[in-house]
């Protein structure tokens, strides 16, 4: 007797301990296209916070202009955010389309920089062949202005 009522205790409490809430949907719910940009930005916000800016700053926040950005402020995206989050099964495709577009930009901007870096690459092989072109027409003209120095020597020699 003893063992059935622990028996069914444990499982009541197992039962019990399932996280099946889902919250009331707030009036001021961020649509989902618009939630998949929001994050996206927030997740691009948070990630800089770690790099320089152009005044060689760190630790800058940039969330509160992704805010800005999309006229929101942070109590309205947490209450979004919380209600998606209740549902898991609306969440999952917000973050997998979040993940394609982190990617597609990632890759776009790994274009632009390996266009960037070709550019200056060759910018730096043009100047350098043209640094070597005056370098050798230096070197002619200072073996020709040699060459007639002494010329002029051996046929002033010759004359005496």
Do not use: G, W
């Not at 205790?9 to 039962?15: A, D, P, Q, W």
């Not at 707030?26 to 790099?51: E, F, G, H, T, V």
């Not at 990617?103 to 390996?114: G, L, P, R, S």
């Amino acid at each position: 007797m003893k063992n059935s009522v622990i028996l069914f205790v444990l499982i009541s409490l197992l039962c019990s301990c399932t996280s099946n809430t889902v919250y009331e949907k707030p009036k001021d719910l961020i649509p989902k296209d618009s939630m998949i940009l929001l994050l996206k930005d927030l997740y691009i916000a948070s990630s800089a916070r770690s790099i320089k800016n152009k005044k060689l700053q760190r630790k800058i926040t940039y969330i509160p202009l992704v805010y800005d950005t999309y006229k929101i402020d942070s109590l309205r995206f947490h209450r979004s955010n919380v209600y998606y989050t209740s549902k898991v099964d609306d969440y999952q495709p917000i973050l997998e389309e979040v993940m394609v577009l982190l990617e597609n930009e990632q890759a776009t901007f790994a274009k632009i920089k390996k266009v960037k870096d070709s550019i200056r690459k060759d910018s730096l092989e043009s100047i350098k062949e043209k640094i070597i072109e005056k370098n050798k027409t230096k070197i002619i003209k200072s073996k020709k202005t040699k060459f007639s120095i002494d010329d002029t020597q051996k046929a002033s020699k010759k004359s005496n």
